[in-house]
């Protein structure tokens, strides 16, 4: 934009604030419009699923949502609009199904609904299906997974504050970060941020096994008793690394988690479009799981 500015030259004069918020916004919007012309031909033939994204403001309680059509080659831009009760989704929903079709949609995605307001989700779901008994509609994916994760975290919670313990000694001294990614990890980080907070921690718990014998070569070095923490808050993080009961506590917890992870690394990957597998890759994931812990019944009820 700037480019096409310069080439102008002298004398560009800038849009008004109403050439802006109206004749431009109305251009978009028909622009926007015209392309479910052009795909209404491949939803009639594949179907479609409809993806209704929430969030919360914390502050007014205002809920807010996004809402999209996934088709096989793209996903569109539908609507975006705030409301106050819950339940108002439903009217939303019923006028976008009503615009696409009902035989036309396959499914309905909620997602993000992480908050107090959560509850009512579940009840929105079934009037949802129960008017328009065509289609299926289910929580995000992801959403699920996380709640997975947070189930398990609860259930398994010291093993996880001492990885949170281990990364968090390493990483509040940057003497500490250059010794680990120069001299023993070859440059590769403990920490791997995830949007999900959950999922933050399980993937410091894969890095964690992954870099686990340059971790303890490294808390046995010379390089480590000769820093202050090795005489004051790391030596019981010390001890930690050189247990060998804290890393099978870890591969017990992966065993089940990894396979989760693995997913979630898809769901956030943008290569691809990923509605067409991921059903079999969370079978397979489900399998996975049990063949690690042996359908072993008081493990598995950890993430039934």
């Given at each position: 934009m700037l480019q096409l500015i310069a080439k102008f030259g002298l004398g560009f004069t800038l849009p008004s604030y109403h050439e802006i918020s109206v004749t431009f916004l109305e251009k978009e919007v028909k622009k926007t419009l015209g392309l479910f012309e052009d795909y209404k031909a491949e939803w009639k033939k594949t179907g479609c699923s409809i993806i209704f994204n929430i969030w919360e403001n914390e502050e007014n309680k205002t809920l807010y949502c996004n809402t999209f059509l996934n088709i096989p080659s793209l996903t569109l831009f539908v609507s975006s609009k705030?409301?106050?009760?819950?339940?108002?989704?439903?009217?939303?929903?019923?006028?976008?199904?009503?615009?696409?079709?009902?035989?036309?949609?396959?499914q309905v995605i909620i997602g993000n609904a992480h908050y107090p307001s959560a509850k009512y989700y579940s009840e929105v779901r079934y009037r949802l299906q129960e008017k328009w008994t065509k289609m299926f509609c289910t929580p995000c994916l992801y959403d699920c997974i996380e709640s997975i994760l947070i189930h398990l975290d609860v259930s398994c919670g010291f093993p996880m504050?001492?990885?949170?313990?281990?990364?968090?000694?390493?990483?509040?001294?940057?003497?500490?970060?250059?010794?680990?990614?120069k001299q023993f990890t070859?440059?590769?980080?403990?920490?791997?941020?995830?949007?999900?907070?959950?999922?933050?921690?399980?993937?410091?718990?894969?890095r964690l096994k992954h870099l686990k014998q340059p971790l303890m070569?490294?808390?046995?070095?010379?390089?480590?008793?000769?820093?202050?923490?090795?005489?004051?808050?790391?030596?019981?993080?010390?001890?930690?690394?050189?247990?060998?009961?804290?890393?099978?506590?870890?591969?017990?917890?992966?065993?089940?988690?990894?396979?989760?992870?693995?997913?979630?690394?898809?769901?956030?990957?943008?290569?691809?479009?990923?509605?067409?597998f991921i059903y079999e890759e969370l079978s397979n994931a489900k399998k996975e799981i049990q063949r690690n812990l042996k359908d072993e019944d008081s493990r598995l009820i950890l993430i039934s």
């Open positions: 705030n409301f106050w009760n819950p339940y108002n989704c439903l009217e939303i929903l019923d006028e976008i199904i009503e615009k696409v079709g009902e035989e036309n949609v396959v504050l001492q990885v949170k313990s281990i990364a968090r000694l390493i990483y509040s001294s940057s003497m500490l970060i250059s010794l680990m990614l070859n440059g590769e980080d403990l920490v791997r941020v995830d949007k999900s907070n959950y999922a933050t921690t399980y993937w410091t718990m894969l070569n490294m808390f046995v070095s010379e390089q480590w008793k000769s820093t202050k923490f090795a005489s004051t808050s790391g030596k019981d993080i010390q001890k930690l690394i050189l247990n060998s009961i804290f890393w099978e506590n870890i591969d017990e917890i992966l065993s089940a988690v990894s396979p989760l992870i693995r997913i979630l690394e898809m769901l956030d990957s943008h290569k691809i479009p990923i509605m067409g």
